[in-house]
């Protein structure tokens, strides 16, 4: 007994499993399957983070970043080392193999090379190591207004534990508000009269400030522990703790030498909020965590705590990555929704009612089968999940439609609906199988795309998969049962409009097997047009159509950097950031801004790299959804920002207004140069900058090679190596001025341990005169002033340098117009021009394929081998269907015509070519080969019954012209509102959908005529080489 004869002899039985299913789904949708941005992944690289405070960057780089570089030199499975040397903070990043499936032994290995390091400086931090990932937070709450810092740490903490205990939440991190310090403010004048330093108070400090165990004390009445108490608890403890002698033999407590301030670390980083001060709370979520059910809590927390704030005091939230989510859940379900009522109207033209509703029912059980299958591998509704729901929302049918229409087809010509269901089913079961398989070999390939790309793409074929596998089991088991259940004993006469449509469709039929004939009359000129047309397409394509990395993406923020004089301090770029954000105001509509998130002191390039410094600001804008209260594209927001802001660019002051990417590449313009020389560098750089800012649509062009802030050098005198100093003694007692020095105590407060610091004054540390005047302590006590045994002199540095495996190297950066130009015409034009620098500059290389470039090649790469292992799984499922050699390459004649589809459609509707216009070209090689495949299955059977080849081409071809229509007309339906009709956020889909659209469409409507050439072509050589084999027996 067949699936089909089972299916309609059960029918409770059927009707229990699809009721399972959709029950299933949408309770699992609904409570348990998490949703999220973007599914979890590493970007396989490990960073390496050292921070050395007050150190330059060329000493970042020659006593930290090369002695870590160093340690890795024999370490497998790395394929890059690139580090950047800044002030106080050296970064090396790892890149790792793509053959390394774990990361856990190499994290582990790296750590034992960086251990094995003995020669970091003593005072540089204990180096970090960590494996990048893909982890963001998921909103931010900013609390901002007018309150003492104090007071509002406070309330921050409470308002952090409040957020840390919402179910889901995995941590939360603080910004914008410095650690909690006890500053000991040595004044100068004391500290000299008593013949004191600054490290002679820390080590007082260390010894005084300290709580001791004293041991046990057995007794008759028990046992007790012993504890000596000198651990301050208060400024006033600390004010009485005896620091020195005086002259007249008194006490000098601290107090009399320092004043004592419970305050904040030193910051490196300002927080704004809407143009007010604010600190930020960024929340992170468990790996198993609803994000839109996390920020639903948090939002409610937030209003909460807002009753219980002072007047003066507001809470903003920015970020909310569920807003994204729900907008592209959205997108989905009117996507879905659209696509079922085309699917549904298509079947109702041509299809009985009851066929077309049941038919349609496939749409649900798949999609919630799909949500099933996720939900118990560990999958999330992520973004790229809903992609792939989106691209297979019209395949999902096809099997059911080639079932139904044949069902309905024997159910016309007299058969019982039981009868009809079964002979209908049974005859197109396997080649409707072989086609569901084709379509799934054709996504599962990007499995074995590599890097991070590889696991965003990964989410596809194993969501197209399930969906289909569980319309496949729709298709051959439920809607059987149904159609014998629900269709009437005898068909009822058509209706008026009926009979016009099934006449029309019957002329059509009629008008479509005379051209058929026609063409197989002229098979070879026929055969000879289409290949010409493909190739003159393809030569045009290659010509005018430029490839780019992903389309321009319609977002809700965009980033404003800000870059300042190096001379100036946080509190100066604040307030040169109060300019821009007021500009802002200005310039954007109240309507259309949802708010302004700025961080003074650094900038983020990218997901997890940064540029930090007193001189650097950037300012996040957030808008409103496009088409929901605002009706402007970012592109035109952006651009009338970049025009506003342009006047404010004076005095060493530069801006930037960045767009987001729509995908995971670098940036797109990224010419990287290596070579031994910081000077010569930098001027192969400004030759190529001067060269690539001509090219229309280049904008923003910037390197790492600028200069850093003013140092002044200390060079010992032969005095000082005659009264026993050394550099290093220097360099300490000069760092512990005016950075401090931290004590190894702290004061233990009633809620938090309060970490202790030694300083002057920070009017005194600021000064450049108290360099002149500081006095140094030789070995044997005495007190020598700075003059006497160094000269001091002022030098400029440089703010940032980059290595690229063991080479320093200059990276020069910018963003483009896609519209005017792409990253790869750019590299293009960069190679031919300065291909030579190795030439002229001995020594020297040029590389352009980095950033979108290198994104770009890598992906083309990995889609190609996906594209070709696609057509072999293919060619494999058909040739086992046919037991053919030869058939499988008729039948995949419609994969050619699909990609002129795919060209033309991009041609005609003004798109680019890019990495999701792949993906739908990839999809479509197994898409299109499905209505062929049922033709020459047909087209066997009848000369099997003994029907000459042509009239089994043409008998064949006008059984099939009604269910190939309706099988590509539902494909591109569940795809018309994507392709032509996107706005906001479902823009970033569209290519892949045009592909799709103008892929099946080109392949349908030639494939009812190219492969009934085929076969006789194919047919006719066959013939000719048998009867040359009888010629010559």
Request: hydrophobic letters at 45%; one cysteine or more.
């Amino acid at each position: 007994m067949n699936l089909a004869s089972f299916s309609v002899r059960n029918p409770v039985c059927i009707n229990l499993i699809m009721a399972t299913i959709l029950i299933m789904g949408v309770v699992l949708y609904v409570t348990r399957m998490p949703k999220e941005i973007f599914p979890a992944f590493s970007q396989d690289i490990i960073q390496v983070t050292t921070v050395y405070g007050g150190a330059s960057a060329r000493e970042m780089e020659k006593n930290v970043s090369m002695k870590i570089e160093d340690a890795f030199a024999d370490l497998e499975d790395i394929e890059d080392i690139f580090s950047t040397s800044q002030e106080g903070r050296s970064t090396v990043r790892l890149e790792v193999s793509k053959e390394v499936s774990n990361t856990a032994k190499l994290l582990n290995d790296v750590q034992q090379a960086i251990d094995q390091i003995d020669d970091l400086p003593e005072d540089a931090e204990d180096p970090v190591v960590q494996e990048l990932d893909s982890d963001l937070p998921i909103i931010t709450v900013s609390l901002y207004g007018g309150i003492n810092l104090l007071e509002l740490e406070r309330l921050v903490e409470d308002l952090e534990d409040a957020i840390a205990a919402v179910p889901g939440v995995a941590n939360v991190n603080r910004s914008g508000l410095p650690e909690r310090e006890v500053w000991v403010e040595i004044r100068p004048e004391t500290i000299k009269q008593y013949k004191l330093t600054l490290q002679d108070v820390t080590r007082i400090l260390d010894a005084q400030n300290y709580d001791l165990p004293g041991g046990t004390m057995d007794t008759t009445e028990g046992a007790y522990l012993l504890r000596t108490k000198g651990k301050a608890a208060t400024l006033e403890d600390l004010r009485e703790i005896v620091v020195a002698t005086g002259p007249n033999g008194g006490q000098v407590v601290l107090d009399d030498i320092a004043t004592l301030r419970d305050w904040f670390a030193d910051k490196s980083t300002l927080g704004r909020f809407n143009r007010q001060r604010a600190i930020n709370l960024s929340v992170f979520k468990n790996d198993d965590g609803d994000a839109i059910k996390i920020t639903q809590a948090i939002t409610e927390v937030t209003e909460r705590f807002e009753g219980q704030l002072p007047p003066t005091v507001q809470i903003g939230l920015f970020n909310d990555l569920s807003v994204y989510i729900k907008n592209r859940l959205d997108v989905l379900k009117t996507s879905g929704f659209q696509g079922l009522i085309v699917v549904f109207i298509l079947l109702l033209l041509a299809l009985n009612t009851r066929v077309a509703g049941l038919v349609t029912l496939g749409i649900p059980v798949s999609f919630l089968g799909a949500i099933v299958l996720m939900y118990y591998v560990g999958m999330t509704m992520n973004m790229i999940a809903m992609f792939a729901l989106i691209v297979v929302l019209g395949l999902v049918v096809d099997d059911a439609v080639v079932i139904g229409e044949n069902v309905y087809r024997h159910y016309e010509q007299g058969l019982s609906p039981a009868e009809a269901a079964v002979r209908g089913a049974s005859e197109v079961s396997w080649p409707v199988v072989s086609a569901v398989a084709t379509t799934i070999a054709a996504f599962l390939p990007m499995l074995l795309i590599p890097g991070t790309m590889g696991v965003f793409l990964g989410v596809i074929p194993k969501v197209v998969t399930f969906a289909l596998l569980v319309s496949l089991l729709e298709a051959l088991v439920i809607l059987p049962s149904h159609l014998a259940e629900f269709l009437p004993a005898r068909p009822k006469p058509p209706s008026r409009l009926r009979r016009k449509l099934n006449a029309g469709v019957d002329s059509a039929i009629d008008v479509y097997g005379r051209f058929l004939d026609l063409v197989l009359e002229c098979r070879y000129v026929f055969l000879t047009a289409v290949i010409s047309f493909s190739a003159v397409l393809i030569v045009y394509s290659a010509v005018h159509l430029p490839f780019i990395l992903f389309g321009e993406f319609e977002g809700a923020q965009f980033y404003v950097n800000v870059e300042c004089p190096l001379s100036f301090s946080l509190e100066d770029t604040e307030e040169y950031i109060k300019q821009v954000e007021e500009r802002l105001a200005e310039t954007i509509p109240e309507a259309e801004l949802i708010s302004l998130v700025t961080n003074v002191g650094t900038i983020m390039d990218d997901m997890d790299s940064f540029r930090s410094g007193p001189h650097l600001g950037q300012i996040i804008v957030e808008l409103k959804e496009f088409g929901k209260g605002r009706d402007r594209p970012i592109k035109v927001v952006s651009s009338d920002v970049r025009d506003a802001l342009a006047d404010l660019q004076r005095g060493g002051r530069h801006i930037e207004v960045q767009e987001l990417q729509s995908g995971p590449g670098g940036k797109p313009i990224y010419i990287l140069v290596t070579g031994p020389r910081l000077d010569v560098l930098q001027e192969i750089s400004f030759e190529i900058q001067n060269f690539v800012s001509q090219i229309p649509g280049v904008r923003d062009l910037s390197d790492n090679l600028e200069p850093g802030k003013t140092e002044f050098q200390v060079e010992l005198t032969p005095l000082a190596r005659t009264l026993g100093l050394s550099e290093r003694d220097v360099a300490w007692q000069l760092r512990s001025g005016f950075a401090g020095i931290a004590s190894t105590t702290s004061m233990q407060s009633a809620a938090e341990d309060i970490d202790i610091r030694v300083r002057f004054p920070e009017a005194v540390a600021d000064r450049v005169e108290t360099l002149y005047r500081m006095h140094l302590r030789l070995p044997g006590g005495e007190l020598v002033p700075l003059s006497e045994v160094a000269r001091v002199a002022p030098v400029r540095g440089e703010s940032a340098i980059l290595r690229d495996n063991g080479q320093r190297s200059v990276a020069i950066t910018g963003d483009l117009d896609q519209a005017k130009t792409t990253a790869s015409d750019v590299a293009q034009a960069v190679q031919d021009r300065f291909g030579d620098v190795a030439e002229r500059f001995p020594g020297y290389r040029l590389t352009t394929q980095r950033g979108e470039v290198q994104d770009i090649n890598r992906s083309m790469t990995a889609l190609k081998f996906a594209f070709l292992l696609a057509l072999f799984l293919i060619y494999f499922i058909l040739g086992t269907q046919f037991r053919s050699y030869v058939q499988p390459l008729i039948v995949m004649a419609a994969i050619p015509l699909g990609i002129d589809g795919v060209l033309l459609g991009h041609i005609l509707t003004g798109k680019q070519l890019g990495i999701l216009s792949m993906i739908g070209l990839v999809a479509l090689s197994g898409i299109v080969v499905n209505d062929s495949l049922v033709l020459v299955d047909f087209v066997n059977r009848l000369r099997r019954q003994g029907q000459d080849r042509r009239s089994s081409l043409v008998q064949a071809g006008m059984i099939r012209f009604r269910p190939v229509l309706l099988t590509s007309l539902t494909t591109m339906g569940g795809l018309f509102f994507l392709a032509f009709l996107a706005k906001g956020q479902a823009q970033f889909l569209s290519p892949m959908a045009v592909s799709i659209f103008f892929g099946l469409m080109m392949a349908t409507l030639i494939t009812l005529l190219v492969v009934p050439a085929m076969y006789s072509v194919t047919d006719d050589i066959a013939l000719h080489f048998r009867r040359r084999r009888k010629g010559t027996v």
